[in-house]
Nanobody, 123 residues
């Protein structure tokens, strides 16, 4: 099993920035993709973006790609989500996830999940 632990959430004013971290352990990640999801209060879980562990190829949902950036540090087995120009509607629990690499982003699935970290953006 892969263990994922998110950190870095907190309270921030609109327009501010946060950097979330997801520390991974349990196995090699060279053939894995890792992604970020978020769930706002009373709503479903939405995909934010993902990164292929070995080469660093990323995908960000179009609505967030100008403000959110995913990266990773192979040596630390850690994935990051840099969030800039935060808006109140970004308030959510943010989860990291991992799954075996697929050829196309549209086929990517995520089998392992972290516990989530709360991000609250005030107006």
């Amino acid at each position: 099993q892969v263990q994922l632990v998110e950190s870095g959430g907190g309270l921030v004013q609109a327009g501010g920035s946060l950097r979330l971290s997801c520390a991974a352990s349990g196995r090699t990640f060279s053939t894995y993709a890792m992604g970020w999801f978020r769930q706002a209060p009373g709503k479903g879980r939405d995909f934010v973006g993902a990164i292929r562990w070995s080469g660093g190829d990323t995908y960000h949902v179009p609505s967030l790609k100008d403000r959110f950036t995913i990266s990773r540090d192979n040596a630390k087995n850690t994935m990051y989500l840099q969030m800039n120009s935060l808006k109140p509607e970004d308030t959510a629990v943010y989860y990291c996830a991992a799954g075996p690499l697929t050829v196309r982003w549209s086929d990517q699935t995520f089998d392992y999940w972290g516990q989530g970290t709360q991000v609250t953006v005030s107006s």
